[in-house]
């Protein structure tokens, strides 16, 4: 955690009460999470942490179901949320999340941290989700394979999944790695699963416009996650924040897994999510979309038990069987 320099120095920008930036510069981070949840660790998934980044000490936090002995399961990464400025795989509602998605999904799930704005603005997070993906690939291919995780998971069943930033992320990896993920072989990407992803620009959608100011996350907030991610000098039309900005390369030509995108009715993010979906299925590229009428941005983490939460869990399910292939 760092500190002010200056103790007469004033908050300039706060972030869920968890990030505070100060007018001389500083940064301050809480070691607490903004979500005062209890960890739901009933012994029915084993987890472990494991450094994916040395050079960075990033960390990855792997989850199986505890019955899985004898198993080959899929690979799920999942990239948290939190405006590209906060977040962490130890959050619980992060933690919950994938207790939830191991059990349900019956797969092996990689929770990967990234660093974090604004010290360490855009592409960083993102070039961070990349090497969290070959790290598995150094896995596969290693010859002193961690039996923890290579006797269970099933390298070439893998699917990459975000929610909000790391949505972004997950896109950004989708185009990088292409259809069949051939750089990463003998690892296999299958799919991708986008969650209220958090894409922006500089005109305003009718959702972003006109959705509530008391929303979960309402526009003052998606423009100072921006304000504090985005590179220094740019604007929200950057290729990395809108997909289809002036300067963005056309994603109509690039030959693209399989994208599930969920969007939340309520979320002000909303209007992008589903053109972001439109315009690839317009271009030909396998995309589902499904919208939850009368949800709120990143309702399956903040009550990752309600009716909407496990219909959502059942269509990630779904998306998976379809796209498994031939062991």
């Known amino acids: 955690m760092s500190t002010t320099s200056d103790s007469k120095a004033t908050v300039v920008d706060e972030c869920r009460g968890v990030l505070h930036v100060y ?142 930033a790391g949505g972004n992320i997950a896109h950004h990896l989708a185009v990088r790695l292409g259809f069949g993920s051939l750089e990463l072989a003998p690892v296999w990407v299958r799919g991708y699963v986008l969650l209220g992803p958090f894409f922006g620009g500089i005109i305003r959608t009718k959702s972003e416009a006109e959705g509530p100011k008391d929303a979960f996350l309402n526009l003052e907030l998606i423009d100072r996650f921006w304000r504090l991610s985005i590179p220094l000098g740019e604007t929200t039309d950057h290729p990395l924040v809108n997909p289809f900005g002036p300067n963005s390369k056309s994603l109509e030509g690039i030959n693209l897994d399989p994208i599930l995108v969920v969007a939340a009715a309520s979320d002000l993010l909303k209007d992008r999510a589903e053109d972001y979906a439109r315009r690839l299925k317009e271009w030909g590229k396998d995309i589902e979309y499904v919208e939850f009428e009368g949800q709120q941005h990143g309702f399956f983490t903040i009550d990752p038990n309600s009716e909407p939460s496990n219909m959502l869990m059942l269509i990630i399910k779904q998306f998976i069987e379809k796209h498994l292939g031939k062991v």
């Open 23 to 164: 007018s001389d510069g500083s940064i301050v981070r809480s070691s607490r999470s903004s979500f005062n949840v209890p960890v739901n660790d009933d012994g029915t998934i084993l987890w472990k942490d494991v450094v994916f980044d040395p050079a960075h000490d990033l960390q990855l936090r792997l989850y199986k179901p505890a019955d899985s002995a004898g198993s080959k399961l899929p690979v799920f990464f999942y990239f948290h949320g939190g405006g590209f400025c906060i977040g962490s795989r130890t959050w619980p509602n992060c933690q919950n999340y994938c207790f939830r998605l191991a059990s349900q999904l019956r797969v092996v799930v990689i929770a990967p941290d990234y660093r974090l704005a604004p010290e360490n603005r855009l592409p960083v997070a993102i070039e961070d989700g990349f090497v969290a993906v070959k790290w598995l690939q150094t896995q596969a291919v290693s010859n002193e394979l961690d039996p923890w995780l290579s006797h269970v998971a099933d390298f070439s069943r893998v699917f990459i999944s975000g929610d909000s």
